[in-house]
Every structure is written in C-alpha cells, then in structure tokens.
C-alpha cells in the first residue's frame, strides 16, 4: 500500500491538515508528523539550539515542537520504521497562498523541500484565500498529485508547489514562479519597561502577475503548479559572474 506523510506548519489541529488527511486515506496509509503549534514563516529552518521532544498521539499521529523541516527529519530519520517509509510527503493544507517570493518564508514549501532532499517526492498545496476557507477542492487535487507522482514520480530534486484558487476552478496550469513588489508593515511599541519593541506585520504587495507566473495562474482562477529544486543557483548568471574568476584572483593573490 502507499505510504503517504503529512506535515504542515499551520499545527497538528489545523483544519487543512485533517481535511487532505480524510481526502488521502483514500489512496494510502497516511502518517501525520506536525508541529505542536504554529510555525508560519519558518521556512526551512532546523531547530540546533535546543533539544526536540516528539508526541505520540496514536499509532498514525506525532507532533514535534519544531519546525516543519525537524517534522519530517525526525519522521524519517527516528519516529517512522524502515518498512513505514513515505512514498510521497505532503505538506498543508496551507491557510493562504504560497506564492512567488512566499515560497521562501513558507514553512509549507520547507516540509516538501526537506523531504525532497531527504529523497522523497514531495508536494506543498497551499490554499489561497483570507477566510471563509473550504478545502475541499484543494485536497481533492491533492489527491490526484499523489495518484500521478506515484504512478510516474517526480524528476529527482524536483517537488511541486501547488497553490489552489478560492471559488470556482477552471483547470490547472504549469507556471513559473512570479515576483512580488512587498513593503513590510513594521510597527514600533513600548513595552512595560519602557524599551522599544518591533512586530513585523503582514506586507503590502502588488504582484507582477506576468503570463505563465503562479500569480496570473491564480487570478484566471487556475490551480498554479510550480516545480521547485533546493539548487538556488543562477544557472543563466553562471558566464557572466563567471569572467569574474581571473579579476578577482589576481586581487586577491597580487604577483
């Protein structure tokens, strides 16, 4: 049978969570490792200052009072056995979009990225909308990734972030990874001491909805689907940063 792990990083009481769980046991036997309590933002940040403590919950449920990324660390590397390891990680289902430069901060995205460096396909779905959630529509797509990634798999290094539209859905689009124009809202306190305090608040954005970019995806009303790998580099700046080498190297050693 297929074995299928969820994470997220909205908590193990979110109601994404158990929505895709309910939708995927259809297709498989569903393990859920989760955080303890919210860790939105994480991105894909590994918890090295402190000890971790895990939570067994029953035989199919575990918290970690971690991040997204030490959730499935620890699923496959401690809490799951060798003949329990997931054919697919899933992660969400996000409350909001995870769009073009959100992919970044979002925890969401890190739990598929970790276990899609940990060599299991991985798949972020994300739902995007500010209330009124229903999540039907996107554990519904969910479960059809998971049926394609394990009937033909995923290209290696390769996971798929999936953001999925509010109301009625026209179909599904490949897209590119769109950018965003953002100014953090940043507001200054006092605290009872007298000393100043700082709480970043949501940001103020205008997306560069262009053709073939998730944004533009999403609002035609289109499930976006973008392919992401951990490699960050540029290959395109390669040449040009490249003429560097022998400049630098010769600043560097001078004869």
């Not at 003949?83 to 925890?107: F, K, R, W």
């Not at 995205?109 to 940990?118: F, R, W, Y």
């Amino acid at each position: 049978m297929t074995r299928i792990l969820l994470t997220n990083d909205d908590g193990i009481h979110s109601e994404g969570l158990q929505t895709l769980e309910r939708t995927l046991r259809e297709v498989g036997d569903v393990f859920v490792i989760a955080p303890a309590a919210e860790m939105s933002g994480a991105s894909h940040s590994l918890t090295l200052s402190r000890p971790l403590r895990i939570r067994q919950i029953d035989k199919r449920h575990w918290t970690v009072d971690g991040t997204p990324t030490d959730c499935v660390t620890l699923a496959l590397h401690k809490i799951l056995n060798e003949d329990e390891l997931p054919d697919v990680c899933v992660s969400g289902i996000n409350h909001g979009g995870n769009l073009g430069d959100d992919a970044t901060y979002s925890g969401t995205v890190a739990g598929a990225l970790e276990a899609t460096i940990l060599g299991v396909p991985g798949i972020a779905i994300s739902l995007v909308a500010r209330d009124h959630f229903d999540f039907t529509e996107a554990a519904r797509f969910a479960l059809l990734a998971v049926r394609k990634i394990i009937s033909e798999g995923l290209p290696e290094g390769t996971l798929l972030n999936v953001n999925v539209p509010q109301g009625e859905i026209k179909g599904v689009k490949v897209a590119r990874q769109g950018i965003k124009n953002a100014r953090p809202v940043i507001t200054e306190h006092i605290d009872p001491r007298g000393k100043p305090y700082f709480w970043i608040g949501e940001q103020y954005f205008r997306s560069n909805a262009e053709d073939g970019t998730d944004y533009r995806a999403i609002e035609e009303g289109y499930i976006s689907v973008t392919p992401l790998k951990s490699d960050m580099t540029d290959h395109g700046a390669l040449p040009q940063i490249g003429s560097w080498n022998d400049v630098l190297t010769s600043e560097l050693l001078p004869t």
